[in-house]
């Protein structure tokens, strides 16, 4: 699947190679809408299961339309990634991909690629469909040098690709996400003077984004961050992850990628 491999996240790369090949892969990247999908036709209401055997899984409702969205993630064992790439086409899981590898990079902000992006590539490189939308647990355009994890994948794999971050890197939601979001509300993320490259102050980079909430005063669910990886604006990224989420807060294809990934990482 893999045919950018001047962009490869390779590890043996020092930190300061890390960061000029990160400032390549922003310059490749197309962060505007450049696709065929539907948004409306990828939406899902209620969950998926792994465990589906490829049927539809029972209560699954979305209006389909053939494209196939992969979700990944990686868990961690000692210095392992176990890496998992879950494909969701026609409202069911079609296929599930996994690998392991060995670290060669320790946890850095901003340098994930490095650390995950081998692994998961060897996960992707494991299904037999190519994704028509890859949806990563890490940060796109919301990233100090607009070059996250889903950016690097989507522009090595030339596929549109969303980032689905749990904690914000950088930038500044255009007002206070404190207290959680009310389901299904999108706050514009702003890029402040932790963006090292790649977009100006005050450009929208991303959403906080509520796909879930209580309905209650004394607890609440904190918003996702949503960026473009590749080929996506911000603005549809927001709406692939508010259709894609079926009462969960992760979207679907994504929140069971990091089921499996945990169920490798445990077979480890």
Known sequence: MTDRSDFLPRPDLDA???RRLQRAVADAAVFEDDHDLAVDRL???EPL???SDGGSPAGADLVADGSTVVGVDVAFRDDRAAAAAVAVADGRVVEV???V???AVPYVPGLLAFREGEAVLAALSALDRGPDLLAVDGSGRIHYRTAGLATHLGVILDRPAVGVAKSLLCGRPRRSVEGGLPEGECVPVEADDRFEYGTAAGEVVGHAVSTRQYDSPDRHVNPLYVSPGHR???ET???LALALAAGYKL???TRLADTHADAVERRV
């Open 16 to 18: 300061a190679e890390m």
């Open 43 to 45: 939406a899902l209401r």
């Open 49 to 51: 299961s792994l465990d």
């Open 97 to 99: 991909g996994e690998a």
């Open 101 to 103: 590898v060995d670290l």
């Open 232 to 234: 996506v604006g911000a």
């Open 237 to 239: 990224a927001a709406d």
């Open 251 to 253: 979207p679907e294809p």
